[in-house]
């Protein structure tokens, strides 16, 4: 069963920056897409980012431009590179893989 461990969450004040990184416990090249997720306080889980292995991305209105999403095969690795963070991407970010969520990483965005 794959596992699948975030981090690089943390305080950031607003316009800075973040990267996410998620380390899965198998070769993510046979996950096929993989995806980042956010959920904001009384708020649904909503997908922010994903990626497939040939490198298609997909992003979420509120973060196009800001956001971008990689990959690296060979690290089993995924990443979430945020730029001007705003407040209202404060929320707790999950990565998913193989029908397999992480456990999540906390991202504040506050001065």
């Known amino acids: 069963q794959v596992q699948l461990v975030e981090s690089g969450g943390g305080l950031v004040q607003p316009g800075g920056s973040l990267k996410l990184s998620c380390a899965a416990s198998?070769?993510?090249?046979?996950?096929?897409?993989m995806g980042w997720y956010r959920q904001a306080p009384g708020k649904e889980r909503e997908l922010v980012a994903s990626?497939?292995?040939?490198?298609?991305?997909n992003y979420a209105d509120s973060v196009k431009g800001r956001f971008t999403i990689s990959r690296d095969n060979v690290r089993n690795t995924v990443y979430l590179q945020m730029n001007s963070l705003k407040p209202e991407d404060t929320a707790v970010y999950y990565c998913r893989g193989s029908q397999t969520w992480g456990q999540g990483t906390q991202v504040i965005v506050s001065s």
């Open positions: 990626i497939s292995n040939g490198g298609t991305t």
């Open positions: 198998i070769r993510i090249f046979s996950i096929g897409v």
